[in-house]
């Protein structure tokens, strides 16, 4: 059996087999566009800052149709009021909530509930066993 020759790359003169990229340089490359898209993203970022919260966190998410959950986010602030429902798309976005349904809920939950209203459950509806039973423990 022969030797097998060892790896030697090549010359740092010779040209190369496969001609290299050019990179990019950095007066070419740009940031994304940071404002609207269009007269649709336009409408809905108008509603308030909890809109545009919503559709930053909607795309992180990879959540689907979101341009059909902004037009019926544009209609439904035309009902409720930009203040409501902008409030609506800040609570769905920090909940993370994007279905279909999701902000409707949101917004009938926020109708059915006045200011200050929490819904907390006491220790006598709790289903959390005591530690009285631990008292004992170690005597």
């Known amino acids: 059996m ?8 090549p010359p740092p003169s ?8 050019p990179s990019p340089s950095l007066d070419t490359l740009r940031p994304p566009p940071s404002g609207p898209g269009n007269d649709a ?6 509603i308030g800052p909890g809109a545009g919260l919503w559709l930053t966190e909607a795309g992180a998410q990879g959540v ?26 800040g609570e769905a976005a920090m909940l993370g909530r994007f279905k279909e349904e999701d902000l409707a809920s949101i917004l009938a939950h926020q109708a059915s509930r ?10 006598e509806a709790s289903l959390q066993p005591g530690t009285g039973s631990w008292s004992a423990f170690g005597r």
């Open 2 to 9: 022969g030797k097998i020759p060892a790896f030697s790359p």
């Open 14 to 21: 010779s040209p190369r087999s496969t001609p290299r990229r």
């Open 114 to 123: 006045t200011e200050g209203d929490h819904c907390r459950a006491g220790e």
């Open 64 to 89: 689907n149709r979101v341009r059909a959950k902004m037009a019926d986010a544009v209609t439904l602030a035309l009902l409720h009021g930009a203040g409501v429902l902008d409030r609506a798309l």
């Open 41 to 46: 993203e336009s409408a809905f970022l108008a």
